[in-house]
């Protein structure tokens, strides 16, 4: 433990510019993650524990489309459309098939996915750890915003993930297809007999939550290393921001997620080896005060 | 206690289901669980292959670990994430007792489960309220809590090293754990013991309780049953018996390590009970078999174990939509022309 080394950090200006910085991209690559999680239960009652595998692919295939092609934005493309198609198929071809049966027996089938994803990435790309490199946009001078250093790209970063978040807030509650998902999710029943086609929906909604992931994985991957297994851990850390924020809430998913960077960023200044401990102790917090989340809807 | 309490309302649901037995009926299990051991304590004598006992002694750890789980997950419809939190407490407890104070080994034998039972009632009683995917979802977050204070406290749990330098094994009774066959018998049976104490649970009054609980806990509440008593007593239970798994693997292994709390020994346990099949007593116990013989042979012939064990998984899952011996009991009760029910 190491108070000191905290409290000195909220005196000082530079130092908290940095750390709320770092707390944000971890935040929002998080949000990108969970909201995909969160929406993904919401709609088709199913705890997605592939969710992480999607991350992965997502930076696998930024880093390859990079090395080929030598252009970020088709890199990020790429990444975001090829897990979109992958959660498609996976869907439509898997995940289908245990709707009806119990919980543990779509964990089992996710539990699968995980296992051969992981290998599927071990065999094509290799174990080891690979980098993508800054692409060369963005290797320039860090911005200084009140002594605090700030790289650009963290900038895109942020911007990406909020004007993903505010472009599905939108258009969840105010455009039609937002209304029929939001249906499909209330009752499917119901939707299906006025005629629409439900399992369109579960698809669209599971590669919509699919490219997500895939693109907070591309988005991830100039910052951070790239190994198989590396969805493990921001699947973690996904469940705990949707079980904060509420399953099925995606202001609950900004929230939690934002909370959860942050607790990182500056836990690791106080706690530097209980950072891991601290979000679960949050997570206990907030799960016995409100069992369904911050911002979910209480169940009866 | 919950089980006088509970007694004439789960006589009540049992009566429809009760099957013709015989006079021997009541020792039935006792003479079984004899026989397993006999056979099991003269292995050693039959094969001298080291292999096969250290098969046994995996099997008695994860055994035990996956059937305490199978108490919550099948008997009782509690779906916990952080079982495994009680096997890697039963480990760094027994471990860290025998390495500090140098007890006799019963004395911290039960000193550890005392330790489990204390820490479990704790974690439980704020646990169980919870119902479904939420008492899943707390059960990992107190697992992984676990986890994380035991990789910071390193000067006293080694942190990610795991505890090392070996667990003292003083001799006691005339038994001594440092010898290979004596780890053998005492881990056969332990995990002889411990199955026969959980059949014993799941089918007393209190084990049909549970049943009712799961299928329906309002109706439970209804006739007078306290629920929250009831599964926290199951809890605590369950973690005893996991506790005594993970002791078992501590001194298999001569150790503990922080993977022994991480939450894949929750998963591990949870698909074994998929594996195995969570309507049948010995459903985990087939399970544990299949997994680790699985483990062994995958591990030795390709490195791509990931893939291989996912297409067993999904066949498991999608192909049959139940465990081996739930698959296997429908199939006998077909055969036979009558319904399989759920026991």
């Known amino acids: ?18 750390q709320t910085t770092s707390g944000l991209i971890i935040g929002m690559l998080l949000f990108l993650v969970a909201v995909g999680l969160t929406l993904i239960f919401g709609v088709l009652k199913v705890v997605n524990f592939t ?4 991350y992965m692919f997502g930076a696998y295939f930024a880093m390859t489309t990079y090395q080929f092609t030598g252009s970020f934005a088709l890199a990020m493309l790429c990444g975001a459309a090829g897990t979109a198609i992958l959660g498609i198929i996976f869907e439509r071809v898997f995940m289908s098939r245990v709707y009806g049966s119990d919980v543990l027996m779509q964990l089992l089938v996710c539990y699968a996915f995980v296992l051969i994803f992981d290998d599927v990435v071990r065999m ?13 946009a963005f290797q320039v001078a860090p911005l200084f915003i009140a002594g605090g250093v700030v790289p650009p790209y963290y900038l895109l970063l942020i911007g990406v993930a909020l004007a993903a978040a505010i472009v599905l807030g939108v258009g969840l509650t105010r455009t039609r297809i937002g209304k029929v998902v939001r249906a499909a999710a209330h009752n499917p029943g119901m939707v299906s007999a006025l005629g629409i086609n439900t399992g369109l929906i579960y698809g669209g909604v599971f590669a919509l939550g699919g490219m997500l992931a895939g693109l907070a994985g591309a988005l991830a991957a100039p910052v ?15 469940f705990i921001v949707t079980v904060i924020g509420g399953m099925g809430s995606i202001l609950g998913a900004l929230i939690g997620a934002l909370l959860i960077g942050l607790i990182r960023s500056f836990g690791s200044l106080g706690f530097p080896l209980f950072t891991e401990g601290l979000m679960y102790l949050f997570m206990v917090i907030v799960l016995v005060s409100r069992p369904a989340g911050l911002f979910g809807k209480e169940v009866a | 206690m919950t089980e006088v309490q509970a007694e004439p309302a789960a006589e009540a649901l049992r009566a429809p ?24 304590a003269a292995l050693p004598a039959l094969s001298s292959s080291k292999a096969l006992l250290d098969f046994v002694i995996r099997c008695a750890a994860m055994g035990l670990f996956a059937t305490s789980l199978n108490l919550l997950v099948g008997y009782t419809g509690m779906i916990s994430f952080g079982h495994g939190m ?38 439980g009683s704020i646990c169980v309220r919870l119902k479904e995917i939420y008492f899943a979802f707390v059960t990992l977050a107190f697992q992984m809590l676990i986890h994380s204070t035991i990789l910071s406290w390193s000067s006293f749990t080694g942190g990610d090293q795991g505890l090392r330098g070996g667990i003292p094994r003083p001799v006691f009774l005339g038994i001594d754990l440092s010898n290979h066959v004596h780890l053998y018998i005492v881990s056969s049976a332990l995990l002889v013991i411990g199955l026969l104490a959980m059949r014993q649970i799941a089918q007393s009054p209190f084990g049909y309780t549970l049943r009712m609980i799961r299928d329906n806990a309002m109706r439970a509440r209804f006739i007078g049953i306290d629920v929250w008593r009831a599964k926290l007593t199951i809890f605590v ?40 099949g969570v309507t049948t007593f010995l459903g985990p116990i087939v399970g544990t078999v299949l997994l680790l013989l699985l483990n062994d042979t995958v591990t030795r012939l390709t490195e ?8 067993v998984i999904l066949f498991f899952a999608i192909g049959l939509k139940k465990g081996l011996m739930d698959f296997v009991v429908e199939w006998v009760a077909q055969r036979r022309g009558g319904a399989g029910g759920r026991g």
């Open chain 1, 1 to 18: 433990m190491d108070l000191d080394a905290l409290a000195g950090c909220f005196v000082s200006p530079a130092c908290l510019v940095t």
């Open chain 1, 51 to 54: 969710h992480g595998a999607f």
């Open chain 1, 124 to 136: 094509i790309w290799g174990p080891e750890f690979r980098s993508m490199g800054m692409p060369t």
């Open chain 1, 224 to 238: 951070r290393s790239l190994t198989p297994g590396m969805g493990f851990s921001v699947l973690i850390e996904s």
């Open chain 2, 17 to 40: 289901r009760v099957e013709t037995k015989s006079l021997l009926s009541p020792y039935r299990d006792v003479l079984i669980a004899l026989t397993v051991f006999a056979i099991l």
């Open chain 2, 86 to 123: 009680f096997f890697g407490l039963g480990a760094y407890g027994f471990g860290l007792i025998m390495q500090r104070t140098g007890m006799p080994v019963p004395l911290a034998f039960a000193a550890t489960l005392a330790t489990t039972a204390v820490v479990a009632t704790i974690i």
């Open chain 2, 237 to 276: 239970l369950a973690a005893l018996f996991a506790c005594t798994g993970g002791m078992v693997m501590a001194l298999f292994v001569s150790g503990a390590y922080p993977e022994f709390a991480y939450w894949t020994i929750s998963g591990e346990g949870i698909f074994i009970n998929m594996l195995g």
């Open chain 2, 304 to 311: 791509y174990y990931g893939i291989v064990l996912g297409i």
